[in-house]
């Protein structure tokens, strides 16, 4: 077989016959070009030996020429790229360079450089990184190299990203603790103004608090603060109020001797010129005055009172030439117990002063006294002229004197009512819990009495329950 081919040399005698008898049908790809060298080295060959269909005898050989700036298909390189990027080579078989993508930008000397990495050669300076994989068809490498430069350039513009990533993330971070530590912070200051507010003795907080936690909790101490100063103003204001009524009653007892002395030298002196009545008028109004006082004790007898009261309408009376009635249904076993004093005359003097006074003619006055278990009851009524102002009754100062000693001294459940009475005049009604006899002697003898016992009363069913202390 005599081929056909241009050139001066026999083409049949290259190596690359026995390379492709070798491989039976087989493509073989040779880094050179077989067919000619025109000394560019701008394609490389692939050849395969050709057998009959019929006898499958070989019958020749078949040579493709490729020119390898094909290849920059695979390995594209941006245009204008410096050396500092990756470098793809093609090897062949023997290690020799075939193709290098971006070739242009290497200079001599980094070709060489590459070129000994390749053939085996160590890299003494320690510029480039290679890594290489082998196509199994051709056994050819496939090899990709970077320079070290490269690297740290990259390096350093990832460093650049991960700095301003964590400055962003950082200042991100500070910007929601800000808002965070607000939240929790804002109300922790409010809390820590109210509290020396409070100490340093503010009347009334009036913060406004959030709903967060720590929000509630201040919500609770601005409640808790404020119930304590009302309690303490109420406290203050009773106490107050109850030394007002002591310092009245002391006013009262200002030389009380002088003052008997005084009556019975009037009484002595109408006995002796016959005068029977201004006599028992003056004996009434000494009577009273004794009762009134009452020693400076805070408590006196039912009985007692009910002197006091027959021995001031005797003085009505005689003021009134006897146009008033006085008819007291009390039992008996009801005038030893005590009583705050003071609550059943006030009553009985609003009676003739609003209610028998302005009538004509004769007038009635009733005082009945009951007792349901632990509850003592009494009931004052007229036939006067009835209610005609509510607000008269309860807007002035004896019934609201009565009203805030019962509240007091036995508690928010007990007071006084009025309403219409039966025969058209007015009702009044007090009702107040029965005192033991270790609650009489704690207030009447507080020396011997440190605490006063808890006051009981009796159910429906005879067991003890607790009512509370008298205040």
């Not at 609770?220 to 109420?234: A, G, H, M, P, T």
């Not at 004896?398 to 007071?415: A, M, S, V």
Request: proline content about 3%.
């Amino acid at each position: 077989m005599v081929p056909y081919y241009t050139g001066a040399q026999d083409i049949l005698s290259g190596d690359w016959i026995a390379l492709a008898d070798k491989a039976k049908g087989k493509e073989v790809f040779l880094g050179t070009n077989v067919l000619f060298d025109d000394g560019k080295d701008e394609t490389f060959s692939i050849a395969k030996r050709l057998y009959s269909t019929r006898t499958r005898k070989p019958i020749g050989y078949v040579v493709f020429n490729v020119r390898k700036s094909a290849l920059d298909v695979a390995f594209p390189m941006k245009s204008g790229e410096s050396q500092n990027v990756t470098h793809y080579f093609v090897l062949d078989g023997d290690g020799g360079v075939l193709y290098t993508a971006g070739q242009d930008t290497l200079t001599d000397t980094q070709k060489e450089e590459i070129s000994s990495i390749f053939q085996g050669s160590d890299d003494e300076d320690g510029n480039y990184l290679t890594t290489a994989v082998t196509d199994e068809s051709t056994g050819w490498k496939i090899a990709a190299v970077i320079s070290k430069q490269a690297l740290s350039g990259k390096s350093a513009s990832v460093g650049y990203v991960a700095a301003i990533l964590a400055v962003g993330i950082i200042m991100i971070s500070v910007w929601l603790s800000s808002i965070i530590a607000g939240r929790i912070t804002r109300p922790l200051n409010t809390l820590e103004k109210t509290m020396r507010q409070v100490a340093e003795g503010s009347s009334h907080v009036e913060e406004q608090f959030d709903e967060s936690e720590v929000g509630r909790i201040g919500n609770q101490f601005k409640d808790l603060v404020n119930n304590n100063i009302d309690l303490k103003n109420r406290l203050l204001n009773s106490q107050i109020r109850e030394r007002e009524q002591q310092l009245l009653l002391l006013q009262t007892q200002i030389n009380p001797h002088y003052l008997y002395n005084t009556l019975d030298t009037l009484y002595f002196m109408a006995e002796i010129r016959g005068e029977e009545e201004i006599a028992d008028f003056v004996q009434a109004l000494s009577e009273n005055f004794r009762l009134s006082l009452n020693g400076g004790d805070k408590l006196i007898l039912v009985s007692r009172e009910l002197e006091r009261i027959r021995a001031y309408m005797k003085i009505q009376n005689y003021r009134f030439e006897g146009r008033f009635q006085l008819v007291i249904d009390v039992p008996e076993a009801m005038m030893g117990e005590y009583l705050l004093t003071f609550l059943l005359q006030p009553l009985v003097e609003n009676s003739v002063y609003h209610g028998l006074e302005p009538k004509t003619g004769p007038g009635t006055i009733s005082l009945t006294g009951s007792r349901e278990g632990g509850i003592l009851t009494f009931v004052v009524e007229d036939d006067g002229i009835g209610i005609q102002d509510p607000a008269v009754l309860n807007g002035g100062y004896g019934i609201r004197n009565i009203r805030e000693r019962i509240r007091l001294f036995y508690g928010e459940e007990y007071g006084i009512e009025f309403s219409e009475g039966t025969k058209g005049g007015t009702r009044a009604e007090i009702r107040i819990p029965v005192l033991s006899q270790e609650e009489v002697s704690a207030i009447l003898h507080p020396s011997e009495e440190k605490e006063m016992p808890e006051r009981k009363e009796k159910k429906s069913g005879g067991e003890d329950v607790p009512t509370g202390h008298c205040r």
